[in-house]
């Protein structure tokens, strides 16, 4: 039996193109199913895991936030980092077309355009964090740092 070929999406690409290391994770999965139900069905602790969130400023410019699953973003926080007056969540239909990816595969790394990033300063307690690995099904394991240098990111206060 012929062994099944691992997908890499364009994250992963660019994390070896920049020789970036990384642990990928694969899960079985139809549709989307949020990172609490991932982390559960991977085994992992909530607090390692963190999701992607894509908002809009008032500015009509996006913005992307890492946070731990399990955490809410402060949208006021959120707004002051990025130096917006507010920033709001944008709709689920809009995610593909800002991004590129699909809702429950969207990862900082490698969107159809470079956003202000911002990863919760909480990861830079952690040796390692998990993050979306750019598609559904797919999970991937990286120093926090090396997020940051892959996504142009920088580290802030973002949670309630």
């Known amino acids: 039996m012929a062994k099944k070929k691992e997908i890499k999406t364009n994250a992963m690409r660019i994390l070896e193109s920049m020789e970036i290391p990384f642990q990928h994770y694969t899960y079985e999965c139809e549709e989307f199913v949020d990172g609490l139900q991932i982390a559960d069905g991977l085994g992992l602790p909530y607090e390692k895991v963190y999701k992607t969130l894509v908002t809009v400023g008032s500015s009509s410019n996006y913005f992307v936030f890492v946070i731990p699953i399990a955490e ?27 991004t590129g990816y699909v809702r429950g595969g969207c990862t900082a790394i490698g969107m159809k355009k470079q956003y202000v990033t911002r990863i919760d300063s909480s990861a830079k307690q952690r040796p390692t964090i998990i993050v979306s ?3 559904i099904g797919s999970q991937i394991e990286l120093a926090p740092d090396d997020l940051a240098r892959a996504a142009q990111a920088e580290f802030a206060d973002l949670i309630k």
């Open 72 to 98: 809410e973003l402060d949208l006021k926080k959120a707004a002051r980092v990025v130096g917006e007056k507010h920033v709001e969540m944008i709709h689920v239909r809009d995610i593909n077309r800002v």
């Open 133 to 135: 690995g750019g598609r």
